[in-house]
T-cell receptor, first 114, second 115 residues
Framework: DADVTQTPRNRITKTGKRIMLECSQTKGHDRMYWYRQDPGLGLRLIYYSFDVKDINKGEISDGYSVSRQAQAKFSLSLESAIPNQTALYFC?????????????FGEGSRLTVL | AQKVTQAQTEISVVEKEDVTLDCVYETRDTTYYLFWYKQPPSGELVFLIRRNSFDEQNEISGRYSWNFQKSTSSFNFTITASQVVDSAVYFCALRSNTNAGKSTFGDGTTLTVKP
């Protein structure tokens, strides 16, 4: 099983609908992130959390909200989806220490907003 | 502010050619990490290598090698004798302490290796 699991993997929804993307991890990491990938734009950070009670906005947080329900779970919500939120979304985790600072990614959730 | 620039948007080579992917970074921190990630056509993101700012030693892993030069703020990635399976989007990323431990990504280089 994957260490970082995202659900759903693919979702098609309509403008104005609320949608939630869920992420769970078994790596025991405190730090979790949500990134968005658009063609040619790399990965942009939406929100991140360094602990269960810690939520921080990234560079493109408008139109999104998150919930850190537990150390292992970090959900991303689109309260009222719009077409320009069509993208590939990645959840990631990292170790808070310096031994392994790299990101461990989920398999991605492809969202299409019609 | 920190920034990562991958000037090469797309590169196309023929199998067995060597190819170098460029990465230039900007940060005011003296302590930072640099990374390369690979995204094959299947879409997942795979970590390839990390380097910290105190370790300028170049690294070779099989057909992959990395050249880190602080003097030019570059962390370039070379694939020797490229193979079709190397076709992917490659991302360079930077993480520094003053950016609250967040990683900044370049826009990626799409590498196509033709048979």
């Amino acid at each position: 099983d994957a260490d970082v699991t995202q659900t759903p993997r693919n979702r098609i929804t309509k403008t104005g609908k609320r949608i939630m993307l869920e992420c769970s991890q078994t790596k025991g990491h405190d730090r979790m992130y949500w990134y968005r990938q658009d063609p040619g734009l790399g990965l942009r950070l939406i929100y991140y959390s360094f602990d269960v009670k810690d939520i921080n906005k990234g560079e493109i947080s408008d139109g999104y909200s998150v919930s850190r329900q537990a150390q292992a779970k970090f959900s991303l919500s689109l309260e009222s989806a719009i077409p320009n939120q069509t993208a590939l979304y990645f959840c990631a985790t990292s170790d808070q220490g310096h031994s392994y600072p790299e990101l461990f990614f989920g398999e991605g959730s492809r969202l299409t907003v019609l | 502010a920190q920034k990562v620039t991958q000037a090469q948007t797309e590169i196309s080579v023929v199998e067995k050619e060597d190819v170098t992917l460029d990465c230039v970074y900007e940060t005011r921190d003296t302590t930072y990490y640099l990374f390369w990630y690979k995204q094959p056509p299947s879409g997942e993101l795979v970590f390839l290598i990390r380097r910290n700012s105190f370790d300028e030693q170049n690294e070779i892993s099989g057909r992959y090698s990395w050249n880190f030069q602080k003097s030019t703020s570059s962390f370039n990635f070379t694939i020797t004798a490229s193979q079709v399976v190397d076709s992917a989007v490659y991302f360079c990323a930077l993480r520094s302490n003053t950016n609250a431990g967040k990683s900044t990504f370049g826009d990626g280089t799409t590498l196509t290796v033709k048979p």
